[in-house]
Structure formats: structure tokens, C-alpha cells
């Protein structure tokens, strides 16, 4: 069993940064593919980026460049970076885990992971 604990969102102007965490509880975190879902009001939730356990990385296009998923698996936590945020970033942000045996896979669907955060909400202002 996994727990994973998601901090670090808030208001933001259009323009500026945001840093989220996602701090997991449970053995072998090292071997967990991560990410990380985003979910804005009358939305399904959507994929926003992934890592896999040995840090390969995949984004949606349209974060692609502005936000960086990282891990420190010493520190059992997972990060979104997020710059140059938009008024159409907001949402409740969900950071997803599950057990991989391959050290290079990403996952992008929400079917593909089996523990998630409650989410935490980023709100970007115009």
C-alpha cells in the first residue's frame, strides 16, 4: 500500500511559478512509476506528466516546456515544477502512483495507476 500526500498548490498570477509535492508513505518508492493528473471543474481528469522509476519523463503538449516532473526517491516525494502558469492550468492537481517492473515505463492514463493523492488546487489568475 501506498499513501501519497499532495502540498504546495495555491493562487498565482498569470506569469508565475508554482511547486507541488507529492510525498509518498510505503517501501520501494524507488520502484513506483509516478504522475501526475490534473482535473478542472466539469473536466475529466487529464493526464499533465509522468516519470518512471528510473526518472524517463513524458508531458502533454501543452505543459511541455514550462513544466518539469522530478523525484527524490531518497526523500520518498514527487514534484511538479510549474513556470509561466495560465489561466487554463487551473485545476485540482492528483499525483498518481503505481508498482512498475520495468524501470523505463511511463504511464499516461489514470487506469494505469493504482494510488492516488487527494489533490490540491492551483488557481491561476489573469
Known amino acids: 500500500q501506498v499513501q501519497l500526500v499532495e502540498s504546495g498548490g495555491g493562487l498565482v498570477q498569470a506569469g508565475g511559478s508554482l511547486r507541488l509535492s507529492c510525498a509518498a508513505s510505503g517501501r520501494a518508492f524507488g520502484t513506483y512509476a509516478m504522475g501526475w493528473f490534473r482535473q478542472a471543474p466539469g473536466k475529466e481528469r487529464e493526464f499533465v506528466a509522468a516519470i518512471s522509476w528510473s526518472g524517463t519523463t513524458r508531458y502533454t503538449a501543452s505543459v511541455e516546456g514550462r513544466f518539469t516532473i522530478s523525484r527524490d526517491n531518497a526523500k520518498n516525494t514527487l514534484y511538479l515544477q510549474m513556470n509561466s502558469l495560465k489561466p487554463e492550468d487551473t485545476a485540482v492537481y492528483y499525483c498518481?502512483?503505481?508498482?512498475?517492473?520495468?524501470?523505463?515505463?511511463?504511464?499516461?492514463?489514470?487506469?494505469?495507476?493504482?494510488?492516488w493523492g487527494q489533490g490540491t488546487q492551483v488557481t491561476v489568475s489573469s
Open positions: 498518481a502512483a503505481r508498482q512498475s517492473s520495468s524501470y523505463a515505463r511511463i504511464y499516461s492514463y489514470t487506469y494505469d495507476y493504482d494510488y
